[in-house]
């Protein structure tokens, strides 16, 4: 918090509605509570699962690749 200046509440919150309490499949199944994604310089372990993406105005599905993380700590 002290870090970055971002209220350590309102952290939790968006943690909250992401991973809906913790329940999501991320959350689950790859302790991964705001559904980061997988850039090129990630090192760790990965999820893969099917997404729904916004491209040229459309909605379609993907099979998009999620950080995954070994806690949620």
Not at 3 to 21: K, N, P, R
Request: proline fraction near 0%; hydrophobic fraction near 40%.
């Amino acid at each position: 918090m002290k870090e970055e200046g971002i209220l350590a509440y309102l952290t939790i919150a968006q943690a909250i509605l992401e991973s809906d309490f913790g329940r999501s499949e991320l959350a689950v199944k790859a302790n991964n509570l705001f559904g980061m994604k997988v850039i090129s310089s990630w090192t760790g372990q990965v999820y893969k699962k099917k997404t729904e993406e916004i491209k040229d105005g459309k909605r379609i599905e993907i099979v998009a690749s999620f950080c995954k993380f070994s806690s949620t700590v």
